[in-house]
């Protein structure tokens, strides 16, 4: 959190199901009811930008040379095989 009295938090992680926000925004976020801060609005950009893929095929080695080139170009990434298979955030950083 950057300013627990103005609700200001900075995205650790890579951003996924939205658009708008990347990993090191500083946002602003009220509290709900359930628990979680709602974001409100973007406070400061990063410079970083996210992007979403979805691997409509996941035939090995297909998608880990993808990935492993897209990291090799300085991006990160995190997946959610769990959750919807193939789908990926990546971490463009601030150049």
Known sequence: MVDENEGYYKLDNIPFFVTGFAMEDIVKAIKVDDGFPKVTELVKESGNSTINIIFLSNEEPYKSEILIS???MG???EGMETVVSG??????PKM
């Open 87 to 92: 789908y990926y955030s990546l971490n463009i």
């Open 70 to 72: 897209l990291t090799d």
């Open 75 to 77: 991006t990160e990434y």
